[in-house]
């Protein structure tokens, strides 16, 4: 559930900032903040995406393994 999570928050942000940077260019949008989103770089935001996969599973996993899931949820099956 964590990595579904991760990966719907990831893909609704890089469609927002796509779709912002369209619509900047589209209508033309000037100033401060349009010229920072239009220059926005996706594929640098990559390694912090990985990275963030990376982190949520060992955590994830870490957790898994130190609260024994699969043992408490065995021994529930099994009863």
Known sequence: MTM???SVFV???V???ELSQILVQV???EGEPWD???GFDLGSLGFIIVGSFVVAWA???GIFKSR???ERWTAMVDS
């Open 36 to 38: 920072t989103l239009a």
């Open 15 to 17: 469609g927002l900032v």
């Open 59 to 61: 955590v994830a996993f």
């Open 11 to 13: 893909a609704l942000f």
């Open 27 to 29: 209508l033309g949008l």
């Open 4 to 6: 579904t999570s991760l």
């Open 68 to 70: 024994r899931v699969e």
